[in-house]
């Protein structure tokens, strides 16, 4: 059964578009890249929400540190890919730093959209 994703920009993609590419996006853990959108998380459900490439602006990576539960001496990493589009800045979370360099790689390579922070 499809479920057709929830669109989080002002830019949609008519249905006869979204459904072939969001079945054959490449996909990075909870994440997916098209030729038409980026798929991503939303409601807790993988892929289920999408931006299309023609509405973003940029995309980069957000590193942080997350405090411990042992008293601060113990220290976790936490990845964010960050999208600006329609005007909008919104933070991705990523489990693994590894797939989110990998995606960052593809939009450089398939897209024109510009990585990196400006």
């Given at each position: 059964?499809y ?18 590419d ?5 996909e ?7 030729d ?5 998380e ?8 999408y931006?299309p490439l ?23 990493t ?10 909008k800045e919104?933070a ?7 797939p ?19």
């Amino acid at each position: 059964m499809y479920i057709p994703p929830k669109c989080l920009s002002e830019h949609k993609l008519p249905p006869e578009k979204l459904r072939p590419d969001r079945e054959f996006c490449i996909e990075y853990e909870d994440f997916g890249l098209g030729d038409e959108a980026l798929y991503v998380e939303y409601m807790a459900f993988r892929r289920m929400g999408y931006i299309p490439l023609s509405a973003i602006e940029r995309v980069y990576k957000r590193l942080g540190v997350s405090k411990g539960f042992f008293e601060g001496k113990m220290y976790g990493t936490l990845s964010y890919l960050v999208v600006r589009y329609d005007g909008k800045e919104k933070a991705f979370r990523f489990t693994h730093e590894e797939p989110l360099d990998a995606i960052l790689e593809a939009f450089r390579e398939k897209t024109k959209i510009p990585v990196g922070k400006p």
